[in-house]
Every structure is written in structure tokens, then in C-alpha cells.
């Protein structure tokens, strides 16, 4: 017979290193625990890291220049345009209002590319795989059922030879 266990002994050391975790993570989130944004920077810092609020555009009118082409991984990582289809085209932009011509500060926040779905290489090499892959599985297809039907055939003439008696 078995004797029935005894319930084991808790250490309470054990449990003070988890109640000092429980109580540092409610203070960080009690205080709001976080880093300092490069908005509350210090005014002592040089004009160059301060964050800069962006100018509003007027209005401007776009025209593509190039066909859409694939982005390169250090493109896809750096321009905001290849980021979402990893694809872009280069574009040509005018303001609509010719008095905003004039202002350089202006015509560097116009877009140079713009993010496009799809590139023409690519997609002529996507159909001529699909088209590949269907020729290749009807051959495969075609060539499997010309074998089943000799082999059916063969089968069949067999039978009627037996029945016969010629074989």
C-alpha cells in the first residue's frame, strides 16, 4: 500500500524575485514608462534633428516617364514607393499653379516615382511559364492516355484470343 504524498514544502525565497518582476512592471506602467521622442528632444540640440513638420503641397498634376519597373532589395528598404508592391515607375510632376514653379523648397517635395502593380517582363514571364506548365501537363496527359488505351487494348485482344482459342 501506497502511502499518500504529502503535499511539498513551498520555499517562500521563491517567490520574492517574481513579486519584485510583478512590481516593477505595474511601476513602469503605472509611470508610463517610455522613451523620449525625437519631438521632446532637447532645444539644445542643432536644427538638423529636430523634427521638421512637413509642409503642405499644393496642388500638382503627374505624367509617367518610364514603364513600371521591379525595385532592388536596397530600393524595396529604402524608397517609400517600392515598399508596398516592390514595383516603380518614374514620374514627371508639375504644379498646377505656375506661381509655385519658382520655389525650389517646393519642387523637392514633389514624387519622382510612384508605386505601379505590375511590370511587363515579369507578367510575359509568368504567362509563358503558366503557358509552359499547360503544354507540358496536356503532352504528359496525352501520352498517358495513348499508353492506357494500348495497354487496354492489348488487354482486351488477349481475352478475346483465349476465348477463341488461338493463344
Known amino acids: 500500500m501506497q502511502q499518500p504524498r504529502r503535499p511539498r514544502k513551498q520555499n ?6 517574481l513579486l519584485l518582476l510583478l512590481a516593477a512592471c505595474l511601476a513602469c506602467l503605472s509611470t508610463g514608462f517610455s522613451t523620449p521622442s525625437p519631438d521632446t ?5 542643432p536644427p538638423l ?11 500638382y498634376t503627374c505624367t509617367a516617364v518610364s514603364e ?7 530600393q524595396i528598404k529604402t524608397l517609400e514607393d517600392c515598399r508596398e508592391t516592390h514595383n516603380h515607375q ?21 514624387p519622382k516615382y510612384h508605386s505601379c502593380a505590375r511590370v511587363k517582363a515579369v507578367e510575359a514571364r ?10 507540358l501537363l496536356a503532352l504528359f ?4 492516355m495513348v499508353w492506357r ?8 485482344y488477349r481475352r478475346m484470343a483465349r476465348r477463341i482459342g488461338i493463344a
Open 41 to 45: 528632444a532637447s532645444p539644445l540640440a
Open 12 to 17: 517562500r525565497n521563491t517567490y520574492i524575485p
Open 126 to 135: 509568368r504567362y509563358a511559364h503558366f503557358l509552359s506548365t499547360n503544354v
Open 49 to 59: 534633428f529636430r523634427r521638421q513638420e512637413p509642409k503642405e503641397l499644393p496642388k
Open 149 to 156: 488505351k494500348r495497354k487496354l487494348a492489348a488487354a482486351q
Open 90 to 110: 518614374k514620374i514627371n510632376c508639375k504644379f498646377d499653379d505656375p506661381k509655385n514653379e519658382e520655389d525650389e523648397e517646393l519642387k523637392v517635395l514633389l
Open 68 to 74: 513600371c519597373q521591379v525595385c532592388s532589395a536596397l
Open 141 to 144: 496527359s496525352g501520352l498517358l
